[in-house]
């Protein structure tokens, strides 16, 4: 039984391998590229609309107010990351009911890939939102010397994201494989089921965590106001 899809070879020409993770990862990328395509070529304003577009408003607004709950008043500034990371999972995890195919999520490369995006993106989104300096600032607080704890700390989450993400599919994989072997007929369907739920959940937890990781780090101290701040003039 191969645990991790990145000891499936799927073509070798000298020296250079294809391994399943990247297949089935491109295969991801290619059913979220096509979907999103066919979906928005038929947007509609009217009372009538399609179910995928009802389907695509449903997930998109949820997205949005989960973002929003954690505690940043402009989702849409972070709604195009964290809503990629969450299709991304989601997907990935889904399509394993696909006879043959194996979660690119079951890799370490792949989940450590995906926290190395949040890591950029925890800085990138910070500068934006408070200046390099204000961002900097944040590693000597409440003192310097909480300098060398506060970066193992930036490094160690983004660890923990990657290896609690390919721990839970990896797990998944391991138990599927096992009840096969007991009981071919009967607990596969159930763990199916099981895998599809779980994977939904896994989605949800990285990109939740993700959201908070930015939003602790954009958050500006000691300010009550701020471009993040509701606005009663403007209505937010």
Request: hydrophobic share 50%; with cysteine.
């Amino acid at each position: 039984m191969e645990i991790s899809p990145d000891s499936w070879i799927l073509y070798e020409w000298r020296g250079l391998q294809l391994n399943a993770t990247i297949a089935f990862t491109w295969v991801v990328m290619a059913v979220l590229v096509i979907g999103a395509r066919a979906i928005t070529l038929r947007l509609s304003a009217g009372e009538t609309v399609s179910r995928w577009q009802v389907m695509l408003e449903v997930i998109v607004s949820t997205i949005r107010q989960q973002i929003d709950d954690v505690g940043a008043q402009k989702p849409d500034r972070y709604l195009p990351f964290i809503g990629t990371l969450f299709l991304f999972i989601a997907t990935a995890n889904i399509l394993a009911i696909v006879p043959g195919y194996q979660p690119p999520t079951g890799s370490l490369s792949t989940t450590a890939a995906l926290a190395i995006c949040v890591l950029i993106a925890v800085p990138l989104f910070s500068i934006a939102r408070r200046g390099l300096a204000g961002y900097l600032k944040t590693y000597v607080r409440p003192t310097p010397f909480m300098l060398p704890f506060n970066i193992i700390s930036e490094v160690s989450r983004t660890v923990a994201l990657a290896v609690r993400l390919y721990g839970n599919v990896m797990s998944g994989t391991v138990i599927v494989g096992i009840l096969i072997s007991v009981a071919p007929f009967f607990f596969p369907v159930l763990m199916q089921l099981l895998g599809l739920l779980t994977g939904l959940i896994q989605a949800y937890i990285f990109a939740i965590l993700a959201m908070v990781y930015i939003a602790s780090a954009s958050r500006v101290h000691g300010k009550t106001g701020g471009d993040d701040a509701p606005n009663p003039e403007k209505g937010d």
